[in-house]
């Protein structure tokens, strides 16, 4: 706080009032868990570009190339409006993302790197990287964790090539309406090919990575990027649990990036979420830890061996609830700047936050809350002294930053 600017990766940039990102998300910019060798962060982008490339090829080349380096400050132009994303759509909100001011952010998706990738000229792209968003705070909910992107463009000859007597066929039709299942300006036959070769695509993969007896299904969903737009879900101890958002690139993006001329489609998937899935991780926090009792689990000889992750023990959590009046215009008061106060203080300490009581003052009005915050350390067990040192200070920030008056 005082400062002008805020730095990242060696560059300075002004403050101004979106400026929201705090040191403690600062830190984790640059450590790149998916480039450290043998993190199960690694290992899984590692498998996922040995299948694509050992899968799809063109005259002996690999199709797909692969961007794991791209800075994860990206303009607020690349997040939102390269993918047709409105100006006042509820994804922007300051709540939501991470500011370094109104025109700069850290990424929120991978996706914020499609459009460059495909006006570059590519066809076929992955591209693995960090990505923050403020969020609740649970055992698979973390501020910073990481994305896989795939796009694959296709001409009318690529798209077409499998067909019989595919002359008459193509990739668009003049007059035609947006419906459920395609976009104006593609014809149906480009749209059923399209989503049959991603959906395809995409169980092919998880087969890959989970074996032949995985279970998936698919979801209708809505991305302003994506028309018609789908979830995966695998099922992960008896829960389904969605891995990634994927669907049919909305046309105008492509026209925009110099590749009006071909259809494709893409896919964003959540590499923490296959990883837990795949080795049984319990807490999303563990990726961070440094832990050679974790990290060595994963340094295997070939990265198609199996790993056999022994979960380490879980330490026993403690609980403090904390309660306070909300600020008499409850408006003011954001539930992830909570969680964001939480975080910055407690660290990873925090396993979650969970909201156990709202009230309101019959004769005041005012709105009251109870927060219970579950502190648990990954690697030894926490005395309740530690905790509440913690705690005390989450309640004295919470008063001084969020204007709400401690019922402690
Ligand atoms: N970017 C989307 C997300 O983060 C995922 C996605 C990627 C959806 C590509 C469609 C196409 O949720």
Redesign the pocket.
Known sequence: AGQATVEVLGHAYQRDDFTNVTPKILAKVGRNLHNQSHHPLWLIKERIKSHFYSLYTCRGNPLFSVHDNLSPVVTVEQNFDSLLIPPDHPSRKQGDNYYLNRETMLRA???AHQRELVRSGLDAFLVAGDVYRRDEIDTSHYPVFH?M?GVRLFSNHQLFQKVENSEDLSLFEAGGRRTPHKQETHSLEAVKLLEFDLKHTLTRLVTHLFGAAVDVRWVDCH?P??HP?FEMEVRFQGDWMEV????VMEQQLLNAAGAGNKVGW???LGLERLAMVLYNIPDIRLFWSQDERFLKQFQVQDIQLPVSFQPLSKYPPLHNDISFWLPTNSQKFIENDFYELVRSIGGDLVEKVSLVDKFQHPRTGRWSRCYRISYRHMERTLTQQEARLVHQQIEHAAEAALGVQGRY
Do not use: I, R
């Open positions: 998706h991978t996706s994305q992107e991305f990027f994506t737009s990634l958002g994927c669907g893409a896919f964003g």
